[in-house]
């Protein structure tokens, strides 16, 4: 593999849940396959999970690893082409990128989305950039508009609550609100990854012959996500109803993601409506649901105490299967090295 971005990348997601399964019964069993090797992780934006997780994995392969964070230490970087560089920054992104290559055998970064240009952050410029002149295998650790890697650990994370029931699960994505303007990347890639999941008839189901999952989205009007990620979900803009029968609630806050009311509105918030906090009430709803999310998340804005410390909430194991999904999907490029 030589870039990691989509669902797509992975191909069989039967097979890469049985890579995942693999890793986890003993995550140290290719710690020779990354000798001498470098991973170079590159942070524009902060991170817990994403830094812990996929350095613990190229460690389980036994690689090296730098860690870089462009804004604490490195000189500030031009993204834009055909600027003149008089201002604050003093490296353009196109010679920092080969140089960054030339110490390394593989690239992960996390760049968001600057939720200014809607145009800009579709075409994942930054990441593409690396892909074109780091001449080393590149894979998203949240670029502009997914998280592959968040994704595919939520994917396992299901499978694994899943595995001894008999049919298969209904799970939500619900929008919830939050005092900041957040990106599209999770929700775009949970739902990717869930349909894609659903479309190869993943058997998540204990019985075997009842694959794949219901997916539904709800979030108040002006939040649809882009087609390209969202495409035969359903979506239901009565949360209520969305919530009922539900056996997984993934909530996550994100900005207006300009498809339905005009480019101008791209990262905008255009609701802060506290009724859409996922608390007791609207789990009561639900089929005695998990709660998950991908963390950090904000008590008291997208879920109050009680739900996310509730025997019933996995956002824990599923921060924790972080370093399953970066160990499988590191394997899987230096096997392709
Ligand atoms: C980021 C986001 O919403 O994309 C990272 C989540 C993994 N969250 C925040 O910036 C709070
Ligand atoms: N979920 C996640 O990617 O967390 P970090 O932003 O802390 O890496």
Not at 154 to 183: C, G, N
Request: hydrophobic share 40%.
């Amino acid at each position: 593999m030589k870039s990691f971005l989509n669902v797509k990348d992975l191909g069989d997601l039967k097979e890469a849940l049985s890579e995942a399964v693999e890793i986890k019964a003993d995550r140290y069993k290719y710690d020779t396959l990354g000798k001498n090797k470098t991973l170079l992780m590159v942070f524009f934006n902060n991170s817990l999970r994403t830094r812990l997780s996929t350095q613990k994995a190229a460690m389980n392969l036994g690689m090296n690893t730098i860690v870089l964070d462009v804004n604490a230490g490195a000189w500030k970087l031009e993204t834009e082409r055909g600027v003149i560089m008089d201002g604050d920054k003093s490296e353009h992104l196109l010679e920092a990128i080969p140089v960054m290559g030339s110490f390394c055998d593989v690239i992960g970064i996390r760049s968001f989305a600057g939720l200014t240009d809607r145009d800009y952050d579709y075409a994942e410029t930054v990441y593409h950039q690396f892909e074109q002149y780091s001449g080393k295998p590149v894979f998203a650790m949240e670029t502009a508009t997914v998280h592959p890697l968040q994704a595919f650990a939520d994917l396992f994370t299901i499978s694994e609550f899943w595995k001894k029931e008999t049919r298969r699960p209904k799970v939500v994505l619900t929008w919830a609100p939050h005092p900041k303007a957040l990106p599209q990347a999770v929700p775009n890639s949970f739902a990717q990854w869930m349909l894609e999941a659903d479309r190869q008839q993943i058997p998540l189901a204990g019985a075997g012959n009842d694959c794949g999952i219901d997916f539904v989205v709800t979030h108040p009007e002006g939040y649809e996500l882009d087609a390209l990620f969202t495409a035969g979900a359903t979506i239901e803009y009565d949360q209520r109803k969305a919530f009922e029968g539900a056996d997984f609630i993934y909530a996550k806050n994100w900005s207006c993601p300009g498809v339905t009311g005009g480019k101008e509105n791209y990262g905008k918030i255009l609701s802060k409506d506290m009724s859409w906090t996922v608390d007791a009430e609207h789990m009561s709803w639900t089929n005695n649901a998990r709660f998950m999310h991908c963390l950090p998340v904000r008590r008291g804005m997208i879920v109050t105490d009680d739900v996310i410390e509730a025997p019933t909430s996995i956002v824990i194991p599923e921060a924790a299967n972080r370093e399953i999904s970066a160990t499988v999907v590191l394997k899987r490029i230096l096997q392709g090295l």
